[in-house]
């Protein structure tokens, strides 16, 4: 390592950290993802949460909002190769 000039040095020393650093947001992130969904599933078999989604989607601003958020994609036909030569 002696032998390698200084800006060398400290691209080398920049990578490792930079290793450093996405393994630890790596990690982060499975453990965040980990935590999202255990509280999803207790969410979801939780006779309060259920009784409050079963409510909001009565009410009708929610179903405005709803019917807004899902897409929408064009419906294209299929082309024949009728006429393509």
Do not use: W
Not at 20 to 29: E, Q, Y
Not at 52 to 57: E, I, P
């Amino acid at each position: 390592m002696e032998q390698f000039n200084p800006g060398l040095r400290n691209l080398i020393n920049l990578g490792k950290s930079y290793e450093k650093a996405v393994s630890a947001m790596a990690l982060a992130g499975k453990q965040y993802f980990d935590a999202v969904s255990k509280i999803g599933e207790n969410a979801a078999v939780s006779p309060v949460s259920r009784e409050l989604g079963d409510k909001s989607r009565n009410l009708p601003l929610f179903g405005q909002i709803t019917s807004k958020r899902r897409p929408r994609f064009p419906r294209h036909r299929c082309s024949s190769a009728t006429g393509a030569s």
